[in-house]
């Protein structure tokens, strides 16, 4: 017959294995659903294949913001050039007047250098 600490270091030795054996599968089912973005192989110096998951890099879409950047500044040029100097101010001003999302527009809206040099240049391209 054995003795009851003799039952308890067994059961205990058990749980300690179903544990690693747990943290084991859950690390190996992580590392799975990473490869689900795609996969790096590479080969060890023993010759064995090894895939990793890619590393997410999430893309910054810069080059959409500036033909963005760049289409909202020849608007705001062709605007200053079609109305004028004097009209595009007034109607910022009356913007400044409006609520929240008036006032915002009229701050994007403002004139600044750029918007001023492609209004030349639309000016130089229209006469």
Same mark, same amino acid.
């Given at each position: 017959m054995r003795h009851s600490w003799a039952i308890h270091c067994e059961v205990s030795v058990m749980s300690g294995i179903q544990v690693s054996f747990d943290k084991r599968l859950k690390r190996i089912v992580r590392r799975h659903e990473r490869m689900a973005n795609g996969v790096v192989? /590479? !080969?060890?110096?023993? *010759?064995? %294949? !090894? #895939? /990793? =998951? /890619?590393?997410?890099?999430?893309? @910054? =879409?810069? /080059?959409? !913001? #500036? %033909?963005?950047?760049? !289409? *909202? @500044?020849?608007?705001? *040029?062709l605007a200053l050039s079609y109305l004028g100097a004097d009209d595009y101010t007034a109607r910022l001003a009356a913007l400044q007047q409006g609520n929240m999302v008036e006032q915002t527009g009229a701050w994007v809206m403002q004139s600044d250098p750029a918007t001023r040099f492609i209004a030349d240049q639309v000016a130089i391209l229209l006469r």
């Amino acid at each position: 017959m054995r003795h009851s600490w003799a039952i308890h270091c067994e059961v205990s030795v058990m749980s300690g294995i179903q544990v690693s054996f747990d943290k084991r599968l859950k690390r190996i089912v992580r590392r799975h659903e990473r490869m689900a973005n795609g996969v790096v192989q /590479r !080969v060890t110096s023993d *010759g064995l %294949i !090894v #895939a /990793r =998951p /890619r590393l997410y890099k999430p893309h @910054f =879409p810069l /080059r959409s !913001v #500036a %033909i963005l950047m760049c !289409v *909202g @500044f020849l608007f705001k *040029g062709l605007a200053l050039s079609y109305l004028g100097a004097d009209d595009y101010t007034a109607r910022l001003a009356a913007l400044q007047q409006g609520n929240m999302v008036e006032q915002t527009g009229a701050w994007v809206m403002q004139s600044d250098p750029a918007t001023r040099f492609i209004a030349d240049q639309v000016a130089i391209l229209l006469r």
